[in-house]
């Protein structure tokens, strides 16, 4: 696809909740927008490199012989529990409750 096709954002000016300066640089590029307090969403040109940093990590894993996990974001109470972190990040944790 054509970089003219891309949604890219640019900024001239640096965002006042911007410090870092790979934060500026990611801002001012159209790679990321803030949504909320610690929350951001990746545009076309951040999602793309974070797609190929993926890779690279994942292809030097495949040439030691790792193999890749993808664990679940929504886990039961009772792993956490059992592990006794319940209790320590259980505050800090999204919970749901069963309805059925």
């Given at each position: 696809?054509?970089?003219?096709?891309?949604?890219?954002?640019t900024?001239?000016e640096?965002?006042?909740?911007?410090?870092?300066?790979?934060?500026?640089l990611?801002?001012?590029a159209g790679m990321?927008?803030?949504?909320?307090?610690?929350?951001?969403?990746?545009?076309p040109?951040g999602?793309?490199?974070?797609?190929?940093?993926?890779?690279?990590?994942r292809?030097?894993?495949?040439?030691?012989?790792?193999?890749?996990?993808?664990?679940?974001?929504?886990?039961?109470a009772?792993?956490w529990?059992?592990?006794?972190r319940?209790?320590y990040?259980?505050p800090?944790?999204?919970?749901?409750?069963?309805?059925?």
């Amino acid at each position: 696809m054509r970089w003219t096709k891309y949604y890219l954002p640019t900024l001239k000016e640096v965002p006042s909740e911007a410090e870092i300066i790979s934060h500026i640089l990611m801002f001012r590029a159209g790679m990321i927008r803030k949504v909320s307090s610690g929350i951001y969403s990746y545009l076309p040109l951040g999602l793309r490199v974070i797609r190929k940093v993926e890779n690279i990590i994942r292809e030097e894993m495949n040439k030691k012989g790792a193999i890749e996990v993808f664990l679940p974001s929504v886990q039961p109470a009772e792993l956490w529990k059992e592990s006794g972190r319940w209790d320590y990040y259980g505050p800090e944790l999204l919970r749901f409750k069963d309805r059925h």
